[in-house]
């Protein structure tokens, strides 16, 4: 079956580091891949998506290539701020949206 | 605003009791998912409607129901509650091109 893979958190930066979160997926046919945030006390929201291999995603700084050689769609952002503290999912959709497996999240902790 | 609308945002009751959950998708969207998402357990699935039927099952316990309306509203029904079941409750709705969360309910079983 699917499976997403994430690299264990939490990841503390000091702000105005580079950041990357880590994404490997594992999938039959052709998923689209996802991240999602989550802010303290908030739902999830989309941040960026790719629904074909070497499609880059990005949004807010945040931005990640679907590579399909290495199954893995790493999140980076050259920057961070301490308003980017958060959990970050990578998600993977597959079969027209009806199936997805979310990652296990990683939490984000970004200090001044 | 997600267009994906869950009540209520807040809910607490005492462990043996019954709630409902409810979610309205986003407008158009056929299929709706419910997850649990517990302090130290990340995002669980358990289960999935398309409209009115269900589509997929994941780690939901037997004193977890949900179900379908023809209108595409989803409830999902805890019974038994006990203090484990305290959580976040998200709904998501899915369509063509977007998978969207609502902002979620937070029981409180105690």
């Known amino acids: 079956g699917n499976s997403v893979t994430q690299m264990e958190g939490p990841v503390t930066l000091s702000e105005e580091a580079f950041l990357t979160i880590n994404c490997t997926y594992t999938?039959?046919?052709?998923?689209?891949l996802f991240w999602y945030v989550q802010y303290p006390g908030e739902g999830l929201q989309l941040l960026l998506k790719?629904?074909?291999?070497?499609d880059k995603g990005s949004n807010k700084g945040f931005e990640a290539t679907y590579r399909k050689e290495t199954t893995s769609f790493h999140l980076e952002k050259g920057s961070v701020q301490v308003s980017d503290s958060a959990v970050y999912f990578c998600?993977?959709?597959?079969?027209?949206?009806?199936?997805?497996?979310f990652g296990t999240g990683t939490k984000l902790q970004v200090i001044p | 605003d997600s267009g994906v609308t869950q009540t209520p945002k807040h809910l607490i009751t005492a462990t043996g009791q019954r709630v409902t959950l409810r979610c309205s998708p986003r407008?158009?969207?056929?299929?709706v998912y419910w997850y649990q998402q517990s302090l130290d357990q990340g995002l669980q699935f358990l289960i999935q409607?398309?409209?009115?039927?269900?589509?997929a099952k994941g780690n939901i316990l037997e004193r977890f129901s949900a179900q379908q309306f023809p209108d595409l509203h989803s409830e999902l029904n805890l019974s038994s509650l006990e203090l484990g079941d305290s959580a976040l409750y998200f709904c998501?709705?899915?369509?063509?091109?977007?998978?969207?969360f609502g902002s979620g309910t937070r029981l409180t079983v105690v």
């Open positions: 409607y398309y409209n009115g039927e269900e589509r």
């Open positions: 790719a629904t074909k291999a070497d």
């Open positions: 998501a709705s899915s369509g063509v091109e977007s998978y969207t």
């Open positions: 998600a993977l959709f597959s079969g027209g949206y009806q199936k997805v497996t």
């Open positions: 999938a039959t046919g052709y998923p689209s």
């Open positions: 407008s158009g969207d056929l299929s």
